[in-house]
């Protein structure tokens, strides 16, 4: 067959060649999941800019189907207006995005389906309030449905 010498240079080339690809491999899921990843702290910054304004049916519109359900659209913005101007008496207030991590699988209650490949981002909210000032922190939720990123907040004991 093949002398020696040639047998170790095909398998030298071979190992490389399985190497490399492996690399590359990693390299696409790597950007993948950071795109992914970014995408979820993307859609929470818009979420809690438009929070932030007061615009709170805007805010709703990036809910998921889910939270939609949960809270009517005039529900949601009366209850959201009524507990940040009325029981904090304040207008707006700060916040900062801290963690993202993907979990592979999450529901937002006992009584919903898990949903697959979710992004749990903390957020951190500060008021400064007539009570003096004060943080929320929140783990808010981001899934895809139908190819579109939306917003869940939990509901689990």
Same mark, same amino acid.
């Given at each position: 067959?093949?002398?020696?010498?040639?047998?170790?240079?095909?398998?030298?080339?071979?190992?490389?060649?399985?190497?490399?690809?492996?690399?590359?491999?990693?390299?696409?899921?790597?950007?993948?999941?950071? @795109?992914?990843? @970014?995408?979820?702290?993307?859609?929470?910054?818009?979420?809690?800019? %438009?929070?932030?304004?007061?615009?709170? /049916?805007?805010?709703?519109?990036?809910?998921?189907?889910?939270?939609?359900?949960?809270?009517?659209?005039?529900? %949601?913005?009366?209850?959201?207006?009524?507990?940040?101007?009325?029981?904090? /008496?304040?207008?707006?207030?700060?916040?900062?995005?801290?963690?993202?991590?993907?979990?592979?699988?999450?529901?937002?209650?006992?009584? @919903?389906?898990?949903?697959?490949?979710? %992004?749990?981002?903390?957020?951190?909210?500060?008021?400064?309030?007539?009570? /003096?000032?004060?943080?929320?922190?929140?783990?808010?939720?981001?899934?895809?449905?139908? /190819?579109?990123?939306?917003?869940?907040?939990? %509901?689990?004991?």
């Amino acid at each position: 067959m093949f002398p020696r010498y040639r047998q170790k240079t095909i398998r030298a080339r071979t190992g490389v060649a399985v190497l490399t690809a492996a690399a590359v491999l990693v390299a696409i899921l790597t950007l993948f999941l950071s @795109n992914e990843r @970014n995408e979820a702290k993307e859609i929470v910054d818009t979420f809690y800019r %438009y929070e932030q304004a007061g615009d709170f /049916g805007s805010s709703w519109e990036l809910f998921h189907p889910l939270m939609k359900k949960k809270f009517p659209k005039d529900v %949601y913005i009366q209850r959201r207006a009524h507990v940040f101007m009325q029981d904090f /008496g304040v207008e707006t207030f700060d916040y900062r995005i801290d963690e993202v991590e993907n979990l592979s699988s999450w529901s937002m209650s006992d009584e @919903n389906k898990p949903l697959h490949d979710v %992004y749990r981002v903390r957020v951190i909210q500060t008021f400064h309030s007539a009570f /003096g000032v004060f943080e929320i922190h929140q783990d808010v939720f981001v899934a895809t449905e139908k /190819g579109e990123k939306s917003i869940l907040f939990p %509901y689990r004991p």
